[in-house]
């Protein structure tokens, strides 16, 4: 998710992702065409008494639709930062804050896994939403003589405190299923409480739905998110965990075995060794230099009639994302992920080819360490002798 980029505070890019620029307009449709239940509804929770009628006409209900549907993202917006404040004081890098369909995402370069600051992380969110509400509460109170600020206002003291409320339910991603992880881990390792609260992130995702089915689709679609997020975190978890302390090195096709393709080799010749080597993806070497990659994706775009003519060097990429043997292997899996590669060339300090690692080595890396616990061969057994 990355957006289009409008500013910045503390040090924080702040991005609108596409979806965005849809709901907006559409939660300002939303809230100016119901200004006479919205207005009920704030002076039964508030006990105040706006007179709805002229708020209701037109061009009014659109300007007050647009208003709190602005002041509402701004809360979300206000939300995200508490997060990633109290993230940075921690000293995590948070990579942006983006405003999207259902509310706002703060991307950090790390997920906090010790459980106390995960905790404190988590709440700072409401917390802030709350005071959110509190501050426009006290404005609401202070401007009694002017209908359509109270209006505003009223409605973004409501939602703000509901939005704190509905985060602290255990719905995984969400704040409150990230407080549940953090108490679970006090007791269990981190993987494992990830995989609890995603359970019940799946759970309240599913009852959600359900509930969505009578009441608003709009919950539903939070309801598929939810569900998704929970999986996704919980299968990243898990990977970290089997990848604790594996090196790129350590599931790496080293140099020495590394099948390889020169500038001057034809498309023709590549798609046979493809087909005869099983391979879909090779580095390309200038002597002893790495100057490409070549993939099955690229030779493809060659029309078979001039696979003959034409030659690696003619569609190879030397655009090159690379990993240093000595990176973690769970870097080297988000580093493909980020940049949609299949395959990276190992590069070392001085800049030279020691290897190859790819999706496929991850995932034989991945199933070793399931089944046996570790990636080291197991020991072997010295006979004994019983007296």
Known sequence: MRGIRIGSAFGIPIRLDVTFLVVLPLFAWLIGSDVSQLTALV??????SIDASPLATSPMQWVLGAAAALGLFLGVLLHEFGHSLVAMRYGYDIESITLWLFGGVARFTEIPEDWRQELTIAI??????????????????????????QFVLGYLAVTNVALAVFNMLPGFPMDGGRVLRALLARTRPHARATQIAAEVGKVFAFLLGIFGL????????????????A???????????????????????PREDLDWVTEE???????????????????????????????????????????D???????????????????????????????GVGRLPVVDDEGDLVGLVSRSD???????????????????????LDV
């Open 214 to 229: 009578f009441t608003n689709l709009f919950l539903i679609a939070l309801a598929f998110f939810i569900y998704m997020g």
């Open 309 to 339: 003519a034409y030659r690696v060097e003619d569609v190879m990429s030397d655009d090159l994302v690379t990993v240093n043997p000595d990176a973690d292997a769970i870097d080297a899996l988000t580093r493909m992920q980020e940049r």
């Open 124 to 149: 700072a969110g409401p917390v802030v939403s709350v005071l959110v509400g509190v501050a426009s509460y006290a404005a609401f109170v202070a401007v009694p003589s002017l209908p359509a600020a």
């Open 362 to 384: 991850l995932v034989t890396a991945f199933n070793i360490i399931q089944s046996r616990g570790s990636l080291s061969p197991a020991p072997s057994r010295e006979p004994s």
């Open 43 to 48: 002076n039964g929770v508030l006990g105040a």
């Open 231 to 253: 999986s996704s975190e919980a299968q990243q978890t898990v990977l970290k965990a089997a990848f604790q302390d594996v090196t790129v090195r350590d599931i790496m096709t």
């Open 265 to 307: 080799t034809s498309i023709a010749e590549l798609m046979n060794r493809m087909f005869s080597e099983r391979h879909t993806g090779y580095p390309v070497l200038r002597g002893e230099d790495l100057v490409g990659m070549v993939t099955l994706d690229d030779a493809r775009g060659v029309r078979e009639v001039e696979r």
